[in-house]
C-alpha cells in the first residue's frame, strides 16, 4: 500500500536558521510527489510538484528535491512568516485517484 | 476565480442529526475530493470523483455518501452525524484523471469546514 511518513513531526529553527524536512515515501509507480503548505484554519496550499528521482523546484525560501525514497523541503534562512506545517503526498499508479498524504512537519520560525 | 469554496465554514450538529457539506470549483477540473483531517493523523480520503458521473470510496467512508452534481460541485453527506464525524473537512479538485508523464495532478484545496458532533 502506498505509504508518507514524515519527519521530523515539529521544527523550531531561529529566523535564518537552515533546515531541511524530511517524507519518505512507499508507492507504486510514482505519478508525482507533492508539497504543501497550511496556515492554522486554512485548507493547504499548493507550492511544488516533483515527477522523477533528481528532480528539484525552488520557490523564494523553499527548494524541493525528489530521490527515489524520499524527498526533501530545504528552508534556507528562514523567517517567521515562513512558520506553518508542510505536508507532503504521493500518488501512485496502482490507486489512480488517490493521493497519500502525511501527518505533516510543524515549523515554528522565531525571530 | 475563486478557486474551491466551502459551505459552511462552521457548524455544530447534535448526535443522529443530518447535513450536507457543499463543495464547488470553478477551475474546470475534472476530479474532486473530500478529505478530513484529524490531530495527528494528516488528510484521509473520504470519497473522490474522477469525473462528473462517477464516484469512489476513499480510505474512510462510512458514515458518509457524496454527490457529484455536474462538473463544478460535489457535495458530502452526514445522514446521522456521530461524535466521531467531529473534524475538518476538506474539498479539494485537480485538473487531470488519465496517467499522464507530468504536470496537472497538483490538487487545489477550499477553505474547510469545522465540524463539531455533540
Known amino acids: 500500500e502506498d505509504q508518507v511518513t514524515q519527519s521530523p513531526e515539529a521544527l523550531r529553527l531561529q529566523e535564518g536558521e537552515s533546515s531541511s524536512l524530511n517524507c519518505s515515501y512507499t508507492?507504486?509507480?510514482?505519478?508525482?510527489l507533492f508539497w504543501y503548505r497550511q496556515d492554522p484554519g486554512k485548507g493547504p496550499e499548493f507550492l511544488f510538484t516533483l515527477y522523477s528521482a533528481g528532480e528539484e523546484k525552488e520557490k523564494e525560501r523553499l527548494k524541493a528535491t525528489l530521490t527515489k525514497k524520499e524527498s526533501f523541503l530545504h528552508i534556507t534562512a528562514p523567517k517567521p512568516e515562513d512558520s506553518a506545517t508542510y505536508l507532503c503526498a504521493v500518488l501512485g499508479s496502482y490507486n489512480f485517484n488517490k493521493f497519500y498524504f502525511g501527518s505533516g512537519t510543524k515549523l515554528n520560525v522565531k525571530p | 476565480n475563486a478557486g474551491v469554496t466551502q459551505t459552511p465554514k462552521f457548524q455544530v450538529l447534535k448526535t443522529g442529526q443530518s447535513m450536507t457539506l457543499q463543495c464547488a470549483q470553478d477551475?474546470?477540473?475534472?476530479?474532486m475530493y473530500w478529505y478530513r483531517q484529524d490531530p495527528g493523523m494528516g488528510l484521509r480520503l473520504i470519497y473522490y470523483s474522477a469525473s462528473e458521473g462517477t464516484t469512489d470510496k476513499g480510505e474512510v467512508p462510512n458514515g458518509y455518501n457524496v454527490s457529484r452534481l455536474n462538473k463544478r460541485e460535489f457535495s458530502l453527506r452526514l445522514e446521522s452525524a456521530a461524535p466521531s464525524q467531529t473534524s475538518v473537512y476538506f474539498c479539494?479538485?485537480?485538473?487531470?484523471?488519465?496517467?499522464?508523464?507530468?504536470?496537472?495532478?497538483?490538487?487545489?484545496f477550499g477553505p474547510g469546514t469545522r465540524l463539531t458532533v455533540l
Open positions: 479539494a479538485s485537480s485538473g487531470k484523471t488519465e496517467k499522464l508523464a507530468g504536470g496537472g495532478n497538483e490538487q487545489f
Open positions: 508507492v507504486s509507480g510514482l505519478r508525482g
Open positions: 477551475m474546470n477540473h475534472n476530479s
